[in-house]
């Protein structure tokens, strides 16, 4: 008992340390703010873990619930951010006020999850939904979840909505809902109507071609091709910016009519914006809808 007593602590000391250094690095691209300062606003771990898809290693952020939920059911909010970006999305953006502040405020039970899902621009590649079955295998050991809300903005957007459908069984069937910001259900319409070169290149590479050279991967890795697998009570809270070239407004909307035509639950927000990421408070009335 006394070497469990040992370890233990030197356990809480190393996750204080991490929590630390990871605190530091955000304190780092703010403002003038303090580490201190930052960890007094923001609780989050950084967890690191080996691919069981290609041995490498990656990390990803993990807030845990402010408060246990009053049922104990644990509600495992899982957040894939954008093309360019990483798992810091949620917490901090420039110029910009982080969502993640905002979602544990107004759900404070929850426990949120913001994953890598692969180093470079992996879009919806087989290296990005390994990953991901993998972080959430072991989110569901660490905490008894009972529903799990898949979120993402842009590229996070279109895997998001993706996984809800091609996730393996256990993990699927836990899927309460979806908020997809920004996303696309088809990336081979995507690759043609984007006006970002640089989205262009990312799509390709992740794709290992273009949809002329390589049709069946871009099928395969598009949500919509995958309705058929998507369970009917999955909610879907599409959030779409009217100015939007990067991922062009007519995608979501192409989204929401086939999902509700599939006959899930959609709430469909249009916003006078660019390509950019939505104020706090969009997240939290889509991610409302997606629990109801």
């Known amino acids: 008992m006394i070497v469990l007593f040992a370890g233990s602590q030197k356990r809480i000391r190393n996750l204080k340390h991490e929590k630390f250094q990871l605190l530091s690095q955000v304190a780092s691209l703010t403002t003038g703010k303090s580490p201190d300062t930052v960890r007094d606003e923001q609780s989050l771990y950084r967890r ?44 901090f953006v420039p110029d910009k006020e982080p969502i993640a502040p905002r979602l544990r405020e107004a759900f404070p039970g929850m426990v949120l999850a913001s994953l890598s899902y692969g180093k470079d621009s992996s879009w919806t590649n087989p290296k990005a939904v390994a990953d991901i079955n993998q972080n959430i295998s072991e989110l569901t050991y660490a905490y008894p979840v009972d529903s799990i ?8 957007g279109c895997a998001a909505a993706y996984y809800s459908a091609v996730a393996p069984e256990p ?30 290149f ?28 998507l369970p009917q009570s999955t909610r879907f809270a599409i959030v779409s910016a009217r100015q939007d070239s990067t ?23 249009e916003l006078d914006a660019g390509h950019e990421m939505p104020p706090p408070g969009v997240y939290v009335d889509a991610l409302r809808f997606a629990l109801q």
């Open 247 to 269: 991922v062009p407004p007519a995608l979501q909307k192409e989204m929401k009519e086939s999902i509700e035509k599939h006959g899930n639950p959609v709430s469909f927000v």
């Open 48 to 91: 690191d873990f080996v691919s069981h898809n290609d041995g490498n290693r990656d990390s990803y952020v993990l807030s845990p619930p402010l408060v246990p939920p009053a049922d104990g059911k644990y509600v495992l909010v899982v957040y894939l951010h954008g093309m360019g970006s990483n798992y810091l999305e949620p917490y």
């Open 149 to 156: 809300i898949m979120m993402g903005t842009s590229m996070g």
């Open 171 to 200: 993990i699927r069937k836990r899927i309460r809902g979806v908020v997809s910001i920004e996303g696309a259900g088809d990336l081979a319409e995507l690759f043609k109507s984007t006006g970002s070169t640089v989205v262009k």
């Open 202 to 229: 990312g799509i390709s590479g992740a794709m290992g071609g273009t949809p002329e050279t390589v049709p069946d991967v871009y099928k395969q890795s598009s949500f919509l091709s995958h309705l058929d697998e």
